[in-house]
């Protein structure tokens, strides 16, 4: 047991300082803020916020996007807001007619409208169908967001690039969670609060 609570704990204390540093860098608060008020402008404008990632990006793609029609804090009329992760009958027919590489820049193409925000959530920075999404993005009029790990997005220019100072997958995962309910809790409380 007491191997077991060694591991929890080393485990803790990494999540603990990969977060303390981004609460120590400014240059990355200021994009995380900077993103919040991108999509609470998109709100304002009738747009809406869209997510998209592979594995447990995925998820943090589908429960991001979740957050915003749902609720966050409290009870409110729901937010347009969309995942390209969920659909598996589209992830499959996109996937076999198109290729893996097409499956998010395929939908994006059909549901995205000029204003709207584009999140692509990738820990590696490198996954080929995000960067395909965003290499069209701009095509669309669609601001786009990286978030990723410390490497950066490779091979497509983004908007906005959020880095989390990790190259661990889990930490990097851990940290897009954190900044991902910031926008959530931020643009509810804004727009219908602020």
């Known amino acids: 047991m007491e191997h077991v609570n060694h591991f929890f704990a080393e485990s803790v204390r990494d999540s603990i300082s990969v977060k303390q540093a981004v609460l120590e860098d400014a240059a990355i608060q200021a994009q ?54 969920t659909d598996t009958s589209m992830l499959t027919a996109i996937g076999n007619d198109y290729g893996y590489e097409k499956l998010f820049s395929r939908q994006l193409a059909a549901q995205a409208q000029p ?27 669609v601001k786009t967001v990286g978030l990723c790990g410390a490497a950066g997005i490779e091979g497509a220019p983004v908007d906005y690039e959020v880095k989390v100072p990790s190259t661990k997958t889990a930490r990097i995962q851990e940290v897009h969670i954190v900044i991902g309910h910031y926008w959530c809790g931020f643009v509810e409380r804004m727009y219908f609060k602020g």
């Not at 594995?55 to 029609?69: I, M, R």
């Not at 709207?116 to 095509?139: C, P, Q, W, Y």
């Open 115 to 141: 204003g709207d925000v584009f999140v692509g959530i990738t820990t590696s920075g490198r996954s080929k169908n995000i960067i395909e999404a965003f290499k069209i993005a701009g095509d669309l009029g």
């Open 32 to 85: 995380v803020c900077q993103v919040g008020e991108l999509m609470l402008q998109a709100y304002r404008s009738g747009k809406k916020v869209i997510f998209a990632g592979n594995g447990g990006s995925a998820a943090d793609a589908q429960h991001l996007a979740a957050e915003f029609v749902s609720r966050f804090e409290f009870d409110r009329p729901g937010l347009p807001s969309l995942s390209l992760s």
